[in-house]
């Protein structure tokens, strides 16, 4: 069974950082594209970073100064650290792990954790 277990949301002021973990287990992570994705109040799911199974990074434009996407093959984990956090970046992130093979999409999701920030 594949699950991939968010944590590290909580409230912060604005301006602070925040690292969010994925851990995941019954699927190698290094194997899939890993993204996170946020999803404002009222709002839809958007991808805020990615990083593909060769290391390639990319960011929404809104986050790109701030937020660091990265993966630890050992643990089996991916890690997004967010800096300078601003109240528009609120919202639940999700950790989002796909792979495409001839014969079909691989696409799991966390439960989520959410992402407060004060002002």
């Known amino acids: 069974q594949v699950q991939l277990v968010e944590s590290g949301g909580g409230l912060v002021q604005a301006g602070g950082s925040l690292r969010l973990s994925c851990v995941a287990s019954?699927?190698?992570?290094?194997?899939?594209?890993i993204g996170w994705y946020r999803q404002p109040p009222g709002k839809q799911r958007e991808l805020v970073a990615a990083?593909?199974?060769?290391?390639?990074?990319n960011y929404t434009d809104s986050v790109k100064t701030r937020f660091i996407i990265s993966r630890d093959k050992a643990k089996n984990t991916a890690y997004l650290q967010m800096n300078s956090l601003k109240f528009e970046d609120m919202a639940v992130y999700y950790c989002?792990?796909?792979?495409?093979?001839?014969?079909?999409?691989?696409?799991?999701w966390g439960q989520g954790t959410q992402v407060t920030v004060s002002s």
């Open positions: 989002n792990a796909r792979a495409i093979s001839p014969l079909r999409t691989y696409n799991y």
């Open positions: 019954g699927i190698t992570l290094s194997a899939y594209t």
């Open positions: 990083i593909s199974e060769g290391g390639s990074t």
